[in-house]
């Protein structure tokens, strides 16, 4: 079980809006663009649980640039 950072996240609803997941860049795989399964909980302020059971770190602020353009 290992936790994923990701940096210039920001959330995402996921098709047919029954979930959202988190979208950023993977610190491990060279800034790597990289999406999560569904979100099941959070928690802590900047941890979250997905679907699969991977935890992802998020790290820095929400990419709030990003997520007002898509509305």
Known sequence: QKNICLTSWRIKVMDGNTAVCVEGKRKDMKDLSWHSNAIMERIAHNQVKTSS???????GNIDSASMRKEG
């Open 53 to 59: 059971g991977s935890i992802y770190l998020l790290q």
